[in-house]
Structure formats: C-alpha cells, structure tokens
C-alpha cells in the first residue's frame, strides 16, 4: 500500500462516478455518466471510438477536471484531493507513452520513486514486477528499441508497481499480436482480487474474457451496464436455435407454436440433403426461456420427424454492443 | 519537495547520459572561443579600451539568443508531443514542481556551458604569464550578470516551451522572446518619439530593463539591487505563467 493509506476495503466502493459531465469548448464529451466499482472487480469500459471513454479515464485520475458531477476514488473526492487520488491509482494512458531515451530499469525506478515507494521498498518491488509482466530478459534495454509487445508491459508494470488499490487502462491491447493479447490478459486476470482494474476497449472478446463486468458507453453516456451474460441476455434475449431435422417441414409451425408463441422458422428451410436432413434456424422472442429442451422433447416424441442436432448459436458481445450503440435499435435511451 | 529532488536528479541524469549534450556544448565552446579569439586579436593590433572580459561579455547576446532556446525548446514541448506528460502528471507530482525541475536542470547547463568559457581565461592567462591584461573585478562581474540574467533568459525559454507541442514553434517563439527583451529594448531606447517630454514615464521603464545597461554595470562592479530584482521577478512571472501554460492546455486538451 502507497503511503497514503486507504480507507477499509468493505465499506466504500473503489470507484463512483455520479451525474459525471464534462464539455469541451461546447462539445459535450462526457454527458451524466454514473457507474460504481466494487473493490477486487475487473471492469471493462466498452465503447466506440468518441464515445468519452478515455475522457472518463482521465477524469479519474485527476489529469482533467469535471465540469460537473462526483468523483470518487476508495471514498476519497477527486477534485477535492486529486495529490491523495493520484496515490490511490495506478492509470496507463492510452498509446502508452513511454520516454524513449531511458532503459526499462530506469524508467521503473523513476516511476516506482515518483509514486513515493523508499529506496528499500523499490528494489524487492521492482524485481516483482519485472517477473509478473515477463521484462526479464529487456530491463537493461533502451525502451525506444523495443517493440509494441514490450512497451505495453511496461506500462502495465508502471501502472502496478506502487501497489495501489486501483488500476486504470486505457486500451491495453491495442495494436497487439493475438499472442500479446493473451499474455496482457493472463496479466490482467492476475491482479483480480487484489486490485480493482478498470480497462477501456472496443475490443470485445477481450473484455468478455476478462472483465467481471461491462459498462458499454455510448455518445457519452452509459447505454449498458452488467455482466456479458447479463447483457446478452437483456439486449438480446436467449438467441437462435440452429437444428437439422427430418420429416414434413410444413408441420412445423403449429408444433413450435404449441412450445412458445413467438418462436419462428428464420427463413424457408434449406432443401433436404442426401440423408433427408434440411437445416433451420429459430428464433425466439427477447422474453422467452431457453427452449432447447422442450424443442427436444416435442420433436423427439412427434413421430413425424427425426433430429439431428441443436444447438443453441449463443450472442457474442459483440452483437450486445452493436445493438446498444446501434441509434436504431430500440431501448438505447436509458 | 522529495518528488521535486527525484525530478531534478532525472533531468540532470538525463543531460549528462545525452550526446546531444555534449555536441552542443562542444559547438558552443567552438563559437564562443572564435569570439574570443577575435577579441584578443583586435587587442594586440590596436589599444582598446575596456579588459578582453568586458568585450567578451558585451557579445553575451550571441550564444543567449541561439543556445537558451536550443536549451529550452525541447523541455515541456516534447513531453506533451509524446503524453509522457500525461504520465507524470498522474503520479504524486504538481505542475509547478515538473516545470521547476525543467528550469533548474535547463539553467544548471546553461550556467555549465558559461563556467567553461572560464577556461579561455585561465588559458590566457597561462600563455600571457601575466595577470596584467585579465582585470579580474570585469570578469567576476561578468560572470554574476551570466548567473543573474540567466534565470530569466531561461525561464522564457521554458515559458516557450510550456505553450505549444512543437519544438520548432517553442524555439523560434523563445528566439523572438529573447530577441526582444535584449535588442528590443535597446533599440526602442533610441526612438525619437521616446524624447517627448510626455514619454518620460516610458522612457525610464524602458531604461530601466536595458540589458545591456545592467551588464555595463555589473562589469564596473556596481551590483544594484534593483536590477537583480527585475531578473528574479521577470523569471518568477515567467515560471509561472509557464506552470499556467501546462495546466491551461491540460483543460482545453
């Protein structure tokens, strides 16, 4: 823990954001966010570009000022006490700017020496952190020769070398190769329980992933909020059901009318293959239960026809977050 | 205070492991021995009046105007250039004790590269076997007026630099600072207009902040505190509005 010690872990939240606005130069970036981080969670900060996600970051850390709203990081008021935040709060901006003359040693020690750790604490600490985020083998390099992998951990390992309770990122991942990706996320996942991380990104299988949970913004605001479980299923209901099926396909309506009133043939069926099997897809109402087993039971215990498999294509987060930053959609305005 | 100290040290540490440091400085003491050369020439072809040290420092405008914004442009401009700014900033550090650190490590090589024209003197001295030629008050005055006027040549420097993200920009802006403050003023001192009667309330300010009035008089040995005052308060409102320089372009950023 920095020298500023922080209040007890149970009783605030780590981060509250309430009615947060901020505007620039008549552009509103930023409009009526509020959102709470319990201590330990790992949040995900979804949104396209523009949407004032890194704005929010930086209002976080203290960098920018709020034009109107609250602030809190572990109970304690950004605005009011923005020297006492900045010992709270660990924050990797987003492009990771990184001094390009200094070696990676230097670079944390400067680091871990500005955010008040003493000369003894430093050395065990720095040895840590360069094996958590694997920069063995390139301390004593010039930070400038290495490559985008490399400079991310070092952010990362800049973000987390004073122990503070929260983290902050602003699109870690970015620009990564897939190998990359995995290794900064197995990072991430890592600090879960010991500290409250808060990662920006549009990168959607990644925050699944990782992320306990999502708050997805939108034009400055949040448009969604929960787990990705959650969200798939209050945006998009439980999903498709893909099934490959002999016998009369004109019965079939009635028969699925009977298990659910809204569940519906897709599209026509394609043509039967040498076997007699078509393939079809149903969908169901936002509303409706998982369906699978009773469709099972129907068609298996109906004489008429034969099934092969089904399955049920499950939405990715991917579909939750075009659907909630999509205008058209429905149920946007919050 | 400690951030600031950690600060220092990292800028110092950061010249001295710099080539470009050392590029500089040797291309400084390639010019300035040039210039003193010629002095010395013009000195044994004909008498002069003055010491060789009261010339020498009357061209103290030549290496002010082209090093102090070389030295000065890069300091905050490129920190915002690259966001490392933005780092810094969200760590237990203040403006002010950022853009004091730039100063002070900026001012420490401005008053080494000056210190080591200190050698030409010394080697003068050495070839001339005598102290005959070397007054030794012109050249002590001499080198309190480098060290005075200095904050402030470099505090507009820094100033420069702490209101754009273009080095070019900072440079050219801190020549033109510069350019004004130490020719400007002596050439607006000769304007006919200045002679009016009216214009008495000016023409004293004017004489008041002529550079080369204060080197003129720290050369005799005549320290005013008034003139020490101007360097010190100019190069305090500089620091600041260069502190009011970061943290503006951080609200409208």
Same mark, same amino acid.
């Given at each position: 823990?920095?020298?500023?010690?922080?209040? %007890?872990?149970?009783?605030?939240?780590?981060?509250?954001?309430?009615?947060?606005?901020k505007?620039? +130069?008549?552009?509103?970036?930023?409009?009526?966010?509020?959102?709470?981080?319990?201590?330990?969670?790992?949040?995900?900060?979804?949104?396209?570009?523009?949407?004032?996600?890194?704005?929010?970051?930086?209002i976080?850390?203290?960098?920018?000022?709020?034009?109107?709203?609250?602030?809190?990081?572990?109970?304690?008021?950004?605005?009011?006490? $923005?020297?006492?935040?900045?010992?709270?709060?660990?924050? =990797?901006?987003?492009?990771? %700017?990184?001094?390009?003359? =200094?070696?990676v040693?230097?670079?944390?020690?400067?680091?871990?020496?500005?955010?008040?750790?003493?000369?003894?604490?430093?050395?065990?600490?720095?040895?840590?952190?360069?094996?958590?985020?694997?920069?063995?083998?390139?301390?004593?390099?010039?930070?400038?020769?290495?490559s985008?992998g490399?400079?991310?951990?070092?952010?990362?390992?800049?973000?987390?070398?004073?122990?503070?309770?929260?983290?902050?990122?602003?699109?870690?991942?970015?620009?990564?190769?897939?190998?990359?990706?995995?290794?900064?996320?197995?990072?991430?996942?890592g600090?879960?329980?010991? =500290?409250?991380?808060?990662?920006s990104?549009?990168i959607?299988?990644?925050?699944?992933a990782?992320?306990?949970?999502v708050?997805?913004?939108?034009?400055?605001?949040?448009?969604?909020?929960?787990?990705?479980?959650?969200?798939?299923?209050?945006?998009?209901?439980?999903?498709?059901?893909e099934?490959?099926?002999?016998?009369p396909? +004109?019965?079939?309506?009635?028969?699925?009318?009977?298990?659910? %009133?809204?569940?519906a043939?897709?599209?026509?069926p394609? +043509? $039967?293959d040498?076997?007699?099997?078509?393939s079809?897809?149903?969908?169901a109402?936002?509303?409706?239960?998982?369906l699978?087993? $009773?469709l099972?039971?129907?068609?298996?215990h109906?004489?008429?026809?034969?099934?092969?498999?089904?399955?049920?294509t499950?939405h990715?987060?991917?579909?939750?977050?075009?659907?909630?930053?999509?205008?058209?959609?429905?149920?946007?305005k919050? | 205070?400690?951030?600031? &100290?950690?600060?220092?040290?990292?800028?110092?540490?950061?010249?001295?492991?710099?080539?470009?440091?050392y590029?500089?400085?040797?291309?400084?003491?390639?010019?300035?021995?040039?210039?003193?050369?010629?002095?010395?020439?013009?000195?044994?072809? *004909?008498?002069?009046?003055?010491?060789?040290?009261?010339?020498?420092f009357?061209?103290?405008?030549?290496?002010?105007?082209?090093?102090?914004?070389?030295?000065?442009?890069?300091s905050?401009?490129?920190?915002?250039?690259?966001?490392?700014?933005?780092?810094?900033?969200?760590?237990?550090?203040?403006t002010?004790?950022?853009v004091?650190?730039?100063?002070?490590? *900026?001012?420490?090589l401005?008053?080494?590269?000056?210190?080591?024209?200190?050698?030409?003197?010394s080697?003068?001295?050495?070839?001339?076997?005598?102290?005959? &030629?070397l007054?030794s008050?012109?050249?002590?005055?001499?080198?309190?007026?480098?060290?005075?006027?200095?904050?402030?040549?470099?505090?507009?420097g820094?100033?420069?630099?702490?209101?754009?993200?273009?080095?070019?920009?900072?440079?050219?802006?801190?020549?033109?600072l510069?350019?004004?403050l130490?020719?400007?003023?002596?050439?607006?001192?000769?304007?006919?207009?200045?002679k009016?009667?009216?214009m008495?309330?000016? &023409?004293?300010?004017?004489?008041?902040?002529?550079?080369?009035?204060?080197?003129?008089?720290?050369?005799?040995?005549?320290i005013?505190? &008034?003139?020490?005052?101007?360097?010190?308060?100019?190069?305090?409102?500089?620091?600041?509005?260069?502190?009011?320089?970061?943290? *503006?372009?951080?609200?409208h950023?």
């Open positions: 823990m920095p020298a500023f010690a922080p209040e %007890p872990a149970t009783t605030t939240p780590a981060i509250e954001v309430s009615d947060l606005v505007t620039y +130069a008549g552009i509103t970036a930023v409009h009526r966010i509020s959102f709470t981080v319990a201590r330990g969670e790992i949040i995900g900060l979804l949104g396209p570009n523009g949407a004032g996600k890194s704005t929010t970051l930086r976080l850390t203290g960098y920018l000022p709020a034009t109107a709203g609250r602030v809190t990081v572990c109970g304690v008021d950004v605005a009011g006490h $923005p020297a006492e935040v900045k010992n709270l709060i660990g924050y =990797m901006p987003e492009n990771n %700017p990184l001094p390009d003359d =200094m070696r040693s230097e670079y944390l020690y400067l680091r871990g020496r500005l955010k008040g750790l003493t000369r003894r604490r430093l050395h065990p600490r720095f040895d840590e952190v360069v094996q958590l985020c694997d920069l063995g083998r390139v301390r004593h390099r010039i930070i400038g020769n290495l985008k490399y400079r991310q951990r070092i952010g990362i390992a800049d973000a987390i070398i004073a122990e503070p309770p929260v983290i902050i990122m602003d699109e870690p991942t970015i620009g990564l190769d897939p190998h990359q990706i995995l290794a900064v996320r197995d990072l991430i996942a600090l879960r329980g010991r =500290m409250t991380v808060l990662i990104s549009h959607l299988p990644e925050v699944e990782t992320c306990d949970r708050i997805i913004v939108n034009q400055g605001r949040v448009v969604a909020a929960g787990t990705p479980a959650e969200l798939r299923h209050e945006r998009l209901g439980p999903g498709h059901y099934l490959e099926l002999a016998g396909l +004109a019965a079939l309506p009635s028969l699925l009318a009977t298990l659910h %009133p809204g569940l043939l897709v599209s026509a394609d +043509a $039967p040498a076997d007699g099997f078509a079809l897809s149903l969908t109402p936002r509303d409706a239960p998982d699978r087993e $009773p099972v039971n129907a068609l298996a109906d004489s008429r026809f034969r099934l092969r498999a089904l399955t049920r499950r990715t987060l991917e579909d939750v977050f075009l659907a909630a930053t999509n205008p058209k959609t429905e149920g946007l919050v | 205070m400690r951030s600031f &100290r950690i600060l220092l040290g990292h800028e110092l540490r950061m010249l001295l492991v710099s080539p470009a440091t590029i500089a400085a040797t291309l400084f003491l390639v010019v300035m021995g040039f210039i003193f050369a010629g002095i010395l020439e013009s000195f044994t072809s *004909a008498a002069q009046e003055g010491s060789p040290a009261g010339t020498f009357q061209l103290f405008w030549i290496p002010v105007l082209f090093m102090v914004p070389l030295l000065t442009m890069k905050l401009a490129e920190e915002r250039r690259l966001g490392t700014l933005e780092t810094l900033l969200t760590t237990p550090v203040t002010p004790q950022v004091f650190a730039k100063f002070f490590a *900026a001012y420490a401005y008053l080494g590269l000056w210190a080591s024209t200190g050698g030409f003197f080697i003068l001295q050495l070839f001339a076997g005598t102290s005959y &030629r007054d008050g012109p050249l002590i005055g001499g080198y309190l007026f480098i060290t005075v006027s200095g904050l402030l040549f470099v505090a507009l820094i100033f420069a630099s702490s209101i754009t993200r273009n080095q070019a920009v900072a440079g050219i802006l801190a020549f033109v510069l350019l004004l130490v020719i400007g003023t002596r050439y607006t001192s000769t304007l006919e207009l200045l009016l009667d009216s008495a309330s000016t &023409r004293s300010a004017i004489d008041y902040v002529q550079i080369f009035t204060h080197l003129d008089d720290f050369t005799r040995g005549v005013d505190t &008034r003139q020490v005052l101007f360097y010190l308060s100019g190069s305090t409102v500089a620091l600041l509005f260069s502190i009011f320089g970061v943290e *503006a372009k951080l609200l950023s």
